[in-house]
């Protein structure tokens, strides 16, 4: 099957003007000019003024917030926003637990995203959410364990026996996600570290706000007491940044995504280079909470790998109403570090993101032997206006291919033009 569209951007490689995919099974088989391909142009479809590219890829992101949007107002502290979320959470039933899921969920289909790393909070819901959706997932179960007197090794081997029971569909890949230096306790840490050396995915959040970097390094601030009240015990702190102490844990590791990494000194992003960890960046979340500015050059520099994320709704400002959408992640970059080249934004939605979850050549581009995942957005400029098209995108995209599937608007509902 080829697809021909006034724009196909690999973005691999430069955008190509009047564009052809082609597409056998679930895989892409060839990228090319429209008038290189020799078949008749019957034979295609003609998707028209559009920018054909590949689906974007979503580093990190938490489905079951969808409805929290809008709920909580940015705090003075963060140690009081997790106050604020962990109340919302324990009204929050199975029942609204799966309808926000999913509302996430389809949110992220519409704009544009078809590989999600999500993190799983309810894994006795995940069998039946996973089948709802027709998204590419890397799921990742969220465990918290920080006080003192908790089993490590149990509460870890419960979790690694129910992944070996319920393999997802598709054949994703399901990882972990120890939640946070501050809430997994480093005997945790050290357990999963082990797994992560055999090849378990993993992501962390490190280095989010001022207070975990003021616990780990001076062992004091509202996130430290708020802790040390909780019950962890809190003798590992005092002694370095946040990155350190996850390093002196050994869950520093290239199969490991980092997300946030907001508060990090030169060291520590040698430190996160030197170990090839990834580092997940989510824009909106950085400006609901009016973070210090992101470490963009430091790190592009030391060589590690940026991608961006969208975190959750209940980290970003606007209400309400505001969805999921990587366009939004995309700008909000744009606006923070303006001297970025769209082209480079669009990499860490899509290419660096790609790496991150190890599915480089596989998603994040449009090449021969790649996933046939695709989205087209209306576009109707010149060629190299397109880069600056795709940042500007709002609202859903115009349609969703994924595994060779057209799966948005509806399957029903192919985007069909006379060829
Ligand atoms: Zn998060």
Same mark, same amino acid.
């Given at each position: 099957? $080829?697809?021909?569209?006034?724009?196909?951007?690999?973005? =691999?490689?430069?955008?190509?003007?009047?564009?052809?995919?082609?597409?056998?099974?679930? =895989?892409?088989?060839?990228?090319?000019?429209?008038?290189?391909?020799?078949?008749?142009?019957?034979?295609?479809?003609?998707?028209?003024?559009?920018?054909?590219?590949?689906?974007?890829?979503?580093?990190?992101?938490?489905?079951?917030?969808?409805?929290?949007?809008?709920?909580?107002?940015?705090?003075?502290?963060?140690?009081?926003?997790?106050?604020?979320?962990?109340?919302?959470?324990?009204?929050?039933?199975?029942?609204?637990?799966?309808?926000?899921?999913?509302?996430?969920?389809?949110?992220?289909?519409?704009?544009?995203?078809?590989?999600?790393?999500?993190?799983?909070?309810?894994?006795?819901?995940?069998?039946?959410?996973?089948?709802?959706?027709?998204?590419?997932?890397?799921?990742? &179960?969220?465990?918290?364990?920080?006080?003192?007197?908790?089993?490590?090794?149990?509460?870890?081997?419960?979790?690694?026996?129910?992944?070996?029971?319920?393999?997802?569909?598709?054949?994703?890949? +399901?990882?972990?996600?120890?939640?946070?230096?501050?809430?997994?306790?480093?005997?945790?840490?050290?357990?999963?570290?082990?797994?992560?050396?055999?090849?378990?995915?993993?992501?962390?959040?490190?280095?989010?706000?001022?207070?975990?970097?003021?616990?780990?390094?001076?062992?004091?601030?509202?996130?430290?007491?708020?802790?040390?009240?909780?019950?962890?015990?809190? =003798?590992?702190?005092?002694?370095?940044?946040?990155?350190?102490?996850?390093?002196?844990?050994?869950?520093?590791?290239?199969?490991? &995504?980092?997300?946030?990494?907001?508060?990090?000194?030169?060291?520590?992003?040698?430190?996160?280079?030197?170990?090839?960890?990834?580092?997940?960046?989510?824009?909106?979340?950085?400006?609901?909470?009016?973070?210090?500015?992101?470490?963009?050059?430091?790190?592009?520099?030391?060589?590690?790998?940026?991608?961006?994320?969208?975190?959750?709704?209940?980290?970003?400002?606007?209400?309400?109403?505001?969805? +999921?959408?990587?366009?939004?992640?995309?700008?909000?970059?744009?606006?923070?570090?303006?001297?970025?080249?769209?082209?480079?934004?669009?990499?860490?939605?899509?290419?660096?993101?790609?790496?991150? +979850?190890?599915?480089?050549?596989?998603?994040?581009? +449009?090449?021969?032997?790649? $996933?046939?995942?695709?989205?087209?957005?209306?576009?109707?400029?010149?060629?190299?206006?397109?880069?600056?098209?795709?940042?500007?995108?709002?609202?859903?995209?115009?349609?969703?291919?994924?595994?060779?599937?057209? &799966?948005?608007?509806?399957?029903?509902?192919?985007?069909?033009?006379?060829?």
């Amino acid at each position: 099957m $080829w697809l021909r569209a006034r724009v196909v951007w690999p973005v =691999s490689c430069a955008p190509i003007s009047d564009g052809a995919v082609c597409i056998e099974g679930n =895989s892409i088989t060839a990228v090319e000019r429209w008038s290189d391909v020799s078949i008749s142009g019957s034979a295609a479809t003609d998707l028209g003024e559009v920018i054909l590219m590949p689906g974007l890829v979503n580093a990190h992101c938490h489905f079951d917030y969808t409805d929290f949007a809008g709920r909580i107002s940015p705090a003075a502290s963060f140690a009081q926003w997790i106050r604020h979320i962990v109340a919302l959470k324990a009204d929050f039933d199975d029942a609204a637990h799966w309808q926000s899921w999913l509302r996430g969920a389809a949110q992220c289909l519409a704009h544009g995203m078809t590989t999600v790393a999500n993190i799983e909070t309810r894994r006795e819901c995940l069998p039946g959410l996973w089948q709802q959706t027709p998204l590419r997932l890397r799921p990742f &179960i969220e465990m918290i364990l920080l006080r003192a007197d908790s089993d490590a090794d149990a509460a870890l081997s419960e979790i690694l026996r129910w992944t070996n029971q319920n393999p997802l569909p598709r054949g994703d890949r +399901l990882g972990l996600s120890p939640h946070a230096p501050y809430t997994a306790k480093p005997d945790l840490l050290r357990r999963c570290a082990a797994r992560l050396a055999d090849g378990l995915p993993m992501a962390m959040h490190l280095a989010e706000s001022a207070e975990e970097d003021d616990m780990f390094r001076n062992a004091r601030g509202p996130l430290y007491e708020m802790l040390a009240d909780a019950g962890r015990e809190m =003798s590992d702190c005092g002694l370095g940044s946040a990155v350190l102490h996850a390093d002196r844990c050994g869950i520093l590791n290239r199969g490991l &995504i980092a997300v946030h990494c907001n508060y990090v000194d030169a060291a520590d992003i040698d430190l996160l280079a030197k170990r090839g960890v990834h580092v997940a960046h989510c824009p909106r979340s950085h400006s609901y909470f009016g973070h210090r500015p992101f470490p963009l050059d430091a790190m592009a520099k030391a060589g590690v790998n940026v991608c961006l994320g969208t975190d959750s709704l209940a980290t970003v400002r606007g209400g309400a109403r505001v969805e +999921l959408d990587m366009f939004a992640e995309m700008r909000q970059f744009q606006r923070a570090h303006p001297e970025t080249a769209p082209t480079a934004i669009v990499h860490m939605a899509t290419l660096n993101a790609a790496r991150a +979850l190890s599915l480089q050549g596989c998603v994040g581009e +449009l090449a021969p032997q790649s $996933w046939a995942d695709l989205i087209a957005l209306p576009f109707a400029g010149p060629l190299a206006s397109a880069p600056d098209a795709v940042l500007c995108h709002a609202g859903p995209v115009r349609a969703v291919m994924l595994n060779g599937q057209w &799966i948005w608007p509806s399957p029903s509902s192919a985007p069909v033009h006379a060829g």
